[in-house]
């Protein structure tokens, strides 16, 4: 790979995926957890039961995750042979550890993602950030025997600390930003990290239509930058507690055959494509460099 043989409408070159593949897919199950007491802020109820007492309900419907959804998840990934991503509070390690065993079993990566999903690390002081960050995967790596190189926030909430802490803790690559649609090399004071695009569109953002939306939105988003935009990524988000259930399950699967049926497509996870970033030396690719080259001459 060139990392100068940007595809522009000009020099009609383009930049592709390894082996001339055309989009990179890649997928990211998000497995959860809440403390003690705590559920989440969004159930499939329409009714808030208040904060006065514990939502019982909310906490059994996020348990469906850990109990269930990963491996419906793990199935469905193993059906079609892809290797995913799994984003992990690390205090599934102990409410769930047969969740992380299955997962580690079937090789998929594993990323942190904080020790309890109500413990954000945009609310601490830096010290305080850099002790959850290392809890984090210091426990993932105790209990998979492999210590995560990616790291997702919980709701993706960060601080200006965030990157060059992770690249202190051997992560190489970081999956927060909203401000990309392709990897873009970070910097900081302890060394780089690729910052990795996320979905825009996770199942609990869709779901309150139908299942069907899911389908809907991977599959029409995905047509559009096969045809129109060669060496993008569409990254498919599924939380286990939410869409490991079966008709957000079915139209994961539907979106799957869609999708292997186009062989330049590539899947693959977040830390494939970040070793790519770094063997090639690649850094930021813009959107008007790749399409509106010329505008710099207008």
């Not at 139209?251 to 970033?277: C, G, N, R």
Request: one cysteine or more; charged letters at 25%.
């Amino acid at each position: 790979m060139n990392k100068n043989e940007i595809y522009t409408r000009e020099n009609n070159l383009k930049l592709l995926w390894p082996n001339g593949k055309r989009v990179a897919v890649y997928i990211t199950g998000m497995l959860e957890v809440w403390s003690e007491g705590k559920a989440p802020e969004y159930t499939v109820q329409t009714t808030n039961i208040g904060h006065h007492v514990v939502d019982y309900g909310g906490i059994e419907w996020s348990n469906y995750g850990g109990k269930i959804g990963v491996f419906r998840l793990l199935r469905l990934l193993e059906d079609f042979k892809i290797k995913a991503t799994f984003a992990t509070n690390s205090m599934i390690c102990e409410i769930f550890p047969e969740a992380i065993k299955a997962i580690t079993h079937y090789g998929h990566d594993i990323a942190g993602h904080g020790i309890w999903q109500d413990e954000m690390i945009n609310e601490l002081k830096k010290k305080e950030q850099h002790e959850l960050i290392k809890k984090c995967l210091d426990m993932l790596e105790s209990h998979t025997g492999k210590r995560p190189q990616g790291w997702l926030s919980q709701v993706l909430a960060f601080t200006p600390d965030t990157p060059e802490i992770l690249v202190q803790e051997g992560v190489k690559w970081w999956g927060d930003l909203k401000s990309i649609d392709l990897p873009k090399k970070v910097k900081t004071n302890r060394g780089d990290i690729i910052a990795i695009p996320v979905c825009e569109y996770t199942d609990n953002r869709v779901l309150r239509g139908a299942p069907k939306d899911y389908f809907d939105v991977n599959k029409e988003t995905f047509d559009y930058l096969y045809q129109n935009e060669p060496f993008s990524v569409l990254n498919i988000i599924i939380h286990c507690q939410w869409g490991g259930r079966p008709p957000v399950m079915a139209m994961l699967k539907k979106t799957l055959e869609y999708l292997s049926q186009f062989p330049d497509v590539w899947f693959t996870t977040p830390l494939e494509i970040s070793q790519l970033y770094i063997a090639n030396n690649l850094d930021e690719i813009s959107y008007s460099d790749r399409f509106l080259s010329g505008h710099k001459n207008v």
